[in-house]
């Protein structure tokens, strides 16, 4: 929008958005507003800056401070109290599954390698039986 000056220094049409306006001398209508915009947003950003070491100190010991009160009032009311034993159970069963798993894996890995020594020796003696022929073929008086 354009605004038209009528000397005075002020603006005849002002945009909605006035603060950012320059009339004719230069200067914005309300000459205060970029100042104290400037300043305020300052304010916010030591308040809401990067937190200081200090704070983050203080904020993971209250953390800590918390779960210990929590911890302390559920073991009182009896809450953990069969928590150790299904842990024990949890761990017991998963070191089952470990165990056999691993027993699956070796046997596997033995039926493997074992099938991957006949495959070889198939291989080389038909590898041989063939160059035997070839060598047959090529002198015939050997035999």
Known sequence: ???ISTGA????????NFTHHMDAAGTSPNR???????????EIN?????????????????????????????????YLDG??????????????????LKETAGKKFEDVV???EEIA?????KA???IEAEADKVNPATV
């Open 128 to 130: 041989e039986a063939k």
């Open 46 to 78: 030591k308040s809401s800056g990067i937190m200081s070491n200090k704070k983050v100190i203080l904020g993971i010991a209250a953390g800590v401070a918390a779960l210990a009160v929590t911890a302390v009032i559920l073991k009182r009311k009896g």
């Open 121 to 125: 020796e198939r291989v080389k003696s």
């Open 114 to 116: 074992h099938k991957g």
């Open 1 to 3: 929008m354009e605004t």
């Open 32 to 42: 205060y507003s970029d100042k104290a915009g400037k300043v305020f947003k300052k």
């Open 9 to 16: 220094g002020k603006p005849q049409n002002l945009p909605r």
């Open 83 to 100: 928590v150790t034993e299904k842990a024990e159970e949890f761990g017991a069963k998963i070191k089952d599954k470990y165990a056999s």
